[in-house]
């Protein structure tokens, strides 16, 4: 458990590395919709990180006390999701639907590439 608490923590810190890269070319570039649909996905992708996070202990804690867990919190990641796609479908000249669609997969690409670099350190 405290290793998975290590490697959410360190989720986390690529992530606002990643949300800070986005908001200096969101302020720097003309591509403005296509930055602020990242950001709103990624933004997405913490939250859907978090969730995952205290589902994960939540089910640990349960395991060791052998009770059971009704859910991981599945519709809820789907939930947050529906609403980023909302938002920029009511805001299609601010927001970039393709950028944010990539923003919400941040978290899955950034568990996967430590994942990579944890292995070929080890």
């Known amino acids: ?9 360190r989720y986390r810190k690529y992530i606002f590395y990643l949300l800070a890269i986005y908001v200096l070319g969101w302020g720097f570039t003309a ?3 296509v ?3 990242l ?4 933004l997405g992708s913490l939250w859907i ?3 995952l996070a205290r589902k994960n ?3 640990t804690k349960a395991f060791e006390e052998g009770r059971t867990v009704r859910s991981l919190g599945t519709m809820s990641r789907m939930a947050v ?4 796609v909302l938002v920029v479908m009511e805001y299609p000249e601010k927001f970039h639907l393709g950028s944010m669609i990539i923003g919400l ?3 899955y690409f950034v568990i996967m590439i430590d994942f990579f670099f944890q292995k070929l350190h080890k």
Do not use: R
């Not at 950001?39 to 990624?42: A, E, Q, R, S």
């Open 1 to 9: 458990m405290q290793d998975l608490s290590i490697a959410f923590t």
């Open 31 to 33: 591509y403005k919709s």
């Open 35 to 37: 930055f602020l649909g």
């Open 39 to 42: 950001i709103l996905g990624t």
């Open 49 to 51: 990180l978090f969730s």
């Open 57 to 59: 202990k939540q089910f």
């Open 81 to 84: 999701a529906g609403l980023a």
């Open 105 to 107: 997969m941040t978290a």
